[in-house]
């Protein structure tokens, strides 16, 4: 059995690309207008987008554009999708503005988001995700531990397919990067390594190629 990555996508500085091309490059670095224009290009919606923090709406956004087309919902068990991500920051940026608003009236709209693994329950909702999923927190992107979790489930049958990667947000910083690994493949991109997860995060590609 290979495990494979078939798909992945990432944001950062007002720059996002999906499987290496350029999708989106803006004048501004402003997070909140690059997902505005990430909806619209991908015609990603949901019903409660506009109430989600920061954290959840970029990896959600992100994990939609990785899995468009995919139809992993009919291909596999919704039992056997998982996800595993991480960050540094965990949900500092949301729980800073819930703690600001403590002084005056609590809001519980921002209490329900003041753990990282909201965004997890986000994607996992959209795309009928029922498997294993784990949010870490890591100094910076720990791709042995990603690597060694998503193989251990996929190697032990637990799950036929999984997302992968880092999501980070607090205050005007941003990145995310996100992949789709999968059994077997014969249009996959790369192999699913630890060397190849780093490759993929750290390259930056020639926007004008």
């Not at 505005?36 to 990896?59: A, C, N, V, W």
């Not at 940026?93 to 329950?121: C, H, M, Q, R």
Request: proline share 4%; charged share 20%.
């Amino acid at each position: 059995m290979k495990l494979q990555i078939t798909k992945y996508g990432k944001a950062e500085k007002g720059i996002a690309y999906l499987v290496g091309k350029p999708c989106l490059s803006g004048a501004t670095e402003n997070m909140e207008l690059l997902i505005e224009s990430l909806l619209q290009k991908y015609k990603i919606t949901h019903p409660r987008f506009g109430k989600m923090d920061r954290l959840s709406q970029l990896g959600f956004t992100l994990a939609d554009m990785v899995l468009q087309n995919t139809k992993l919902s009919e291909k596999h068990n919704p039992y056997q999708l998982g996800i595993v991500l991480s960050n540094s920051a965990s949900s500092l940026d949301t729980d800073k503005k819930y703690w600001e608003s403590v002084s005056s009236i609590p809001s519980p709209g921002l209490f329900v988001y003041t753990l990282p693994n909201i965004v997890l329950a986000e994607i996992s909702i959209k795309n009928n995700f029922k498997g294993e999923n784990y949010f870490f927190v890591s100094e910076k992107p720990d791709c042995r531990l990603l690597f060694y979790h998503i193989s251990e489930m996929l190697h032990n049958k637990r799950l036929d397919a999984c997302l992968g990667g880092w999501v980070e947000v607090l205050n005007d910083q941003y990145n995310a990067f996100i992949f789709l690994v999968e059994k077997d493949q014969p249009n996959a991109i790369m192999e699913f390594t630890e060397e190849n997860i780093s490759t993929l995060y750290n390259t930056t590609p020639l926007w004008n190629s």
